[in-house]
């Protein structure tokens, strides 16, 4: 039977390689499982004191990607569904935020949420 993975605020703590691990463990174990996913992009993962919350407490960012269709190369039957990014939504409250991707390179350098099935 399907089942729904969804991975938040986790991802971007671990390493590329544990990243691929934990989804590839989910593949393996549950074969018709869908996975949603929360990402960073890379220039969010290089800085994370622009996360303010997180930089008090002294964390820090270690793995993100700016198009999660990369991940679909991490082994066969990783499908990406969809990828929904923050300034897609919500414009009005946004106000200045939405600019923000034009000056960083687009919008897959800030946070998005990927969807997944896994075969």
Avoid at 24 to 48: D, M, S, W
Avoid at 58 to 84: A, P, V, Y
Wanted: glycine share 6%.
């Amino acid at each position: 039977r399907e089942v729904l993975f969804v991975v938040e605020g986790l991802f971007m703590y671990l390493s590329e390689a544990d990243v691929k691990n934990i989804m590839l463990n989910i593949q393996r174990n549950f074969p018709t499982a869908q996975l949603v996913v929360e990402v960073l992009g890379e220039i969010l993962v290089k800085n994370t004191w622009l996360h303010r919350p997180v930089a008090m407490t002294g964390s820090k960012f270690n793995w993100g990607i700016n198009d999660c269709q990369e991940m679909e190369t991490w082994n066969r039957g990783i499908k990406l569904l969809h990828q929904w990014y923050i300034t897609d939504y919500y414009h009005r409250r946004q106000v200045w935020f939405v600019l923000i991707p034009y000056l960083l390179g687009g919008k897959g350098q800030l946070t998005k949420v990927a969807h997944f099935q896994l075969e």
